[in-house]
Each structure stands twice: as C-alpha cells, then as structure tokens.
C-alpha cells in the first residue's frame, strides 16, 4: 500500500480508462475522489469497486471546462480529506468529423474540455501542491496527439496539446518537488473500442508490434507507477502505452 496516507482525484471516473486508474490507484491504498460530468450511477459503481480496497471514495459532479466548478470540487476534497496529492487528468470526449463538415460547437466542445479542464484542473490543484511542496499531476492525453489520425483534428489538437502544456507545467512546478508527466494510451480494450468489427480489430493489430490491444489495467498501472516514490526523477515526459505503435510509425 505505497500510496497509503495519500488523496487522489481522477476526472472523468466513471468508466472506461479513468474507473480502471482509480481502482488501482485504491490497491495501491490512495482515497480516491471520483470526478465525473453526467453519469452519476457510473461513478457511484466506481466509488463501490475503489471502497472495496479499504479506502475511501468520494463522488462529486463538476464539468471541468468549467473552473467555478473545478475550484469547488478541490474545496470539497480539501474539506473531507485536507491534502491532494495526485491529479489525474483523464476526462475527455470526441466529436469526431472531416474538417470541412466540423462544426464549431464540435470543435470548441472538444478544446474545452480535453484541453481546458486540463487547464482548470491544475490550475486549481497547483496552488495547494505548491503549498504543501509535493505533489503528482498525470495526464491523459493519447497517441492521437502525437501522430494526428484523420478525421479527429480536435481530438488530435486537445490531445497534443496537453503533451505540450505537460511538458512546460513540468518545468514551472519541478522546483516545488512536484512532477507532471503524461501517459498517451493507443488501442486499449473500452467500451469504444469493443464496438468495432473482429476485421478491424485485427487489421489494426497488425500494425503493433505486440499484435493486440492494450488492457485497461496497463495504462492505469503506468499512472500508478508514476504516482509511486520510484517516479521521484521522472517528470515532463510522456510515456506511450501503444503496444509499439508510434514507435512503427
């Protein structure tokens, strides 16, 4: 339990990536607040499987394209835990197109929250690590956002992005003992990626050097590992759990 003692919040925690990340971040004996924008009965079922690991869980409601609502959420994590220590920055949407069908709405909706609540979050996080002289920021961005991928130029735009703002929040934050890393999962089994044909799956397969998909909990391991006292020296980087993709490419 090398996280015991210690308070994490993950954004978008409901499923998928972001519920995998907290319930490994629970064995690793972190509480955990479980962040998360409609899907309440979703996040409930992740605070279930985090408390089934003797720690804590709280659930809070907040769009994190919005800071008046991310400031609230850290006010309520600092009055029922009194310290965070781990951000991790995980919620995110597509609102894939071409570019000459894009609307605005769609692009503007995907900015705002992949790359603006990754703004807001640690914005708000920043101020109470850097009190506290320690602190661990990890976010999600996405292979997408360091290759391109068509059809998805905002998801691509928000997700390279958040690589850059990692690496510069990285360098403003290091001297105050805390580090901002990302981690840029690939073709992970989700809900997403279940929806697509067996040809598909094993057309794409073809292309990774390890020829499958990656599991939920080997990008949520990769967080935790960061979390951990063995990641002390590592910060700015970004660590693609791909199965070898960007590096075929």
Sequence with gaps: MFLS??????TGASRGIGRAIAVELAKAGANVVINYAGQEKAAKETAELVKEHGVK????????????????????VLDEFKSLEILVNNAGITRD???????????????????????????AVARVMLKAKKGRIIN????????????????SASKS??????????????????TVNAVAPGFIDTDMTEALSEEIKNKLC????????????????????????????????????????????
């Design 5 to 10: 003692g210690r308070t994490a919040l993950v």
């Design 57 to 76: 869980a709280l659930v809070i409601q907040a769009d994190v394209a919005s800071f008046e609502q991310v400031k609230n959420m850290i006010d309520q």
């Design 97 to 123: 197109n071409l570019i000459m069908r894009m609307k605005d709405e769609d692009w503007d909706a995907v900015i705002n929250t992949n790359l603006k609540g990754v703004f807001n979050c640690c914005r």
């Design 140 to 155: 999600i961005a996405s292979v997408v956002g360091l290759k391109g991928n068509a059809g998805q130029v905002n998801y």
């Design 161 to 178: 992005g958040i690589i850059g703002f990692t690496r510069s929040l990285a360098a403003e934050l290091g001297s105050r003992n805390i």
């Design 206 to 249: 073809e292309h990774l050097p390890l020829k499958r998909f990656g599991k939920l909990k080997e990008v949520a391991g990769t967080v935790v590992f960061l979390c951990s006292d063995a990641a002390d020296y590592i910060t700015g980087q970004v660590i693609a759990v791909d199965g070898g993709l960007t590096s075929v490419i």
